[in-house]
């Protein structure tokens, strides 16, 4: 008896520890073992969005930054490319200009003054144009790392859903009927 009594003991002081660290973890006490959840932060989402790209992967939007860089790249590559044509036909311009025939271009030596003008004109008016789409590429991406954030946790279940399905409606006065369409909302 005494032993079974010893026994019953040991088991419960043995037991005991891990019965206090299992109680201690169901009611939230020991959170040193848990792991912290941390919040996806739209204003951290909006200052990292000035680095293009940035904002997308904190999003975790990996998709998008092929299209970021790839919009970016294709811009700056256009502001680059008339950039070099503006500068050919502004000191082609400048030297017919000033008669001087020394910088005379070899390549435009059979265009007319008029032509080397307006293509100067023209590559310049280019150039401004891509600037600008570069601008509004960027712009866009930030926009989107914004709203990303912002819509991060956002719920979007098969609850929520837009159909447009053929109808027909049935005109009971003239005895036809009339095809159209249906716009059904599920919320």
Not at 77 to 94: A, F, G, M
Not at 127 to 143: F, H
Request: glycine fraction near 4%.
């Amino acid at each position: 008896m005494k032993k079974t009594l010893l026994i019953f003991c040991a088991l419960y002081i043995l037991n005991s520890p891990l019965n206090l660290i299992q109680g201690s973890i169901l009611n939230g006490m020991a959170q040193a073992d848990s792991v912290p959840v941390k919040k996806h932060s739209p204003k951290t989402a909006s200052w990292l969005a000035l680095v293009p790209g940035a904002g997308q992967v904190y999003n975790k939007k990996y998709w998008k930054l092929p299209i970021v860089y790839g919009g970016l790249g294709a811009t700056a590559y256009c502001i680059y490319y008339y950039q070099d044509l503006t500068s050919t036909y502004r000191k082609e311009h400048v030297a017919r200009l000033n008669k001087d025939s020394v910088n005379f271009n070899t390549e435009l030596a059979g265009e007319s003054d008029y032509t080397v003008e307006a293509r100067r004109n023209t590559y310049r008016r280019n150039m401004e144009i891509c600037v600008a789409a570069c601008a509004i590429v960027y712009a866009l991406s930030i926009v989107d790392a914004c709203v990303d954030a912002h819509l991060f946790y956002y719920d979007v279940s098969d609850n929520l859903s837009m159909a447009i399905r053929p109808k027909l409606n049935f005109n009971p006065v003239c005895g036809s009927a009339t095809p159209s369409l249906a716009l059904i909302l599920k919320f």
